[in-house]
Structures are given as structure tokens and as C-alpha cells.
């Protein structure tokens, strides 16, 4: 019996292989004559965490609400892999218009490492489209809305209208727009913060899951407000 395997390279997914020789340990190794990725192919491997399907597998279930932990178990592959996978992603949002009519801003909180130590997301969204605009990191005060502002006219972004709750620092910085104030207009950033509470692990209320590093809680909710953003999730 012969059995066929199509490979592909797990770096540019072209189907130009060659054979290049076998690795110290007896197994084939295989050379992408496209981009020059040497490989092993998903059907020799013995550690699963070097399937080429994986990374997209874990960031799909990292906005899934899934802990690092338990993607380590259910997939059978280290915690430092898991990690890895999120640390190296590299998505950010680009807003899709350049004017909107009507924009919700609200602030959000998280914390990093202890519960004292607070971390606000403060972030612009689009009801009608469901996008999150823009978005921000800081303490709860003036300068980080502020910085949200900046953030919005640095990406040339207009509106018609700007709604929040009647928070002090909010009124101070969007005095000089068309700026409406009550919860009425601001249904729906709350339901997205309800559906970030639920999608992002490390957001959620009453759980031992939490970030221990800025940098990876940075990196959860540029993914998942990317995964948001195209539709993903
Ligand atoms: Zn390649």
C-alpha cells in the first residue's frame, strides 16, 4: 500500500518541496524552494507544538475565552508555547472610515499582576458597524481620555457626534465636539464590553485567570479587538 502526503511549507504555504537530506535523529527533512523554510512534515512530528496549523488554532481560542492553561492541556503542548504564540502575533486595527457619525466612548478596567494594580482600557466604538475605532491604555483620569482624543485626530478620524456617560474627565475633553451625554446613547459600548468580558480570559469577572505581564495583557486585546474588527469572532 502507498499512501500520498501533500506537503506544504507551514511559513508560505507553497507546494514547491524538496527532499534535503534526514535530520540527526533519522527523520526526513524536508526545504521549501520558495522561501527556504527547512521542516519536518506535521505527519513525523513527535512534539505537537510544531504542527503549522497550530498558532492559529491557539490565537482562535485565546478570543475564544479559553485560559493559557487549558489550551496547554486540551492541546497537549507547553504553556511556553502558548505564550509564544500570542507574544509573537502581530495584529493591530486600522480603522475602516476615516469619518463616522456617531462614535460611543467608554472607559473599561482591567488589572494586571494584583487587583490594585489597574490598567483602563479607554476605547472609541462604532454601534452601527460593531468596530472598535480606537483605543487607549492608562490610568482613569483626564490625560489617558485625552490621549484617546489625540489618538482619533492623529489617525485623521472625524465624527459627528461623540457619546458617553457624564464622567467628569470625558466632558472636560470633548467639550469642543458635538459631545451627548447619557447612558441611553451609550448601549451599545456596553454590550461590546460585556462581549470583551466574555471573550477575553484574562478580562473576566471573578476568575483566577488574570495577566501577570503588561505586555502579554497589551497583546490579548490587540488580537482579540483585531478578531473583532474582521469578523473573526
Ligand atoms: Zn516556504
Not at 512530528?45 to 503549522?52: E, P, Q, V
Given at each position: 500500500m502507498q499512501i500520498k502526503i501533500i506537503l506544504y511549507c507551514p511559513d508560505c504555504q507553497s507546494a514547491k518541496i524538496k527532499k534535503n537530506g534526514k535530520k540527526s535523529y533519522k527523520k526526513q527533512n524536508f526545504l521549501c524552494k520558495n522561501c527556504g523554510r527547512q521542516f519536518i512534515g506535521d505527519h513525523a512530528?513527535?512534539?505537537?507544538?510544531?504542527?503549522?496549523?497550530l498558532n492559529r488554532k491557539i490565537l482562535k481560542m485565546l478570543v475564544r475565552g479559553i485560559g493559557i492553561r487549558d489550551i496547554a492541556d486540551i492541546e497537549q503542548i507547553s504553556i511556553n508555547k502558548v505564550l509564544s504564540a500570542l507574544v509573537h502575533s502581530t495584529h493591530k486595527i486600522k480603522p475602516k472610515q476615516q469619518h463616522y457619525d456617531k462614535l460611543e466612548v467608554d472607559e473599561f478596567w482591567t488589572y494586571v499582576g494584583k487587583k490594585k494594580n489597574k490598567v483602563w482600557l479607554i476605547y472609541a466604538y462604532h454601534r452601527a458597524t460593531g468596530e472598535i475605532v480606537g483605543y487607549v491604555w492608562g490610568k482613569r483620569n483626564y490625560k489617558t481620555a485625552k490621549k484617546l482624543r489625540d489618538k482619533l485626530k492623529s489617525m485623521s478620524i472625524s465624527y459627528d457626534a461623540v457619546y458617553t456617560d457624564k464622567w467628569d474627565s470625558f466632558i472636560a475633553v470633548f467639550q469642543q465636539d458635538n459631545h451627548i451625554i447619557g447612558k441611553e446613547n451609550t448601549k451599545g459600548i456596553e454590550g461590546n464590553n460585556c462581549r470583551l468580558r466574555h471573550r477575553i480570559r484574562r478580562a473576566f469577572r471573578k476568575t483566577c485567570c488574570f495577566s501577570k505581564k503588561l505586555f502579554n495583557h497589551f497583546k490579548a486585546f490587540d488580537l482579540a479587538f483585531f478578531y473583532i474588527n474582521y469578523g473573526f469572532i
Open positions: 512530528l513527535s512534539y505537537k507544538g510544531c504542527l503549522s496549523s
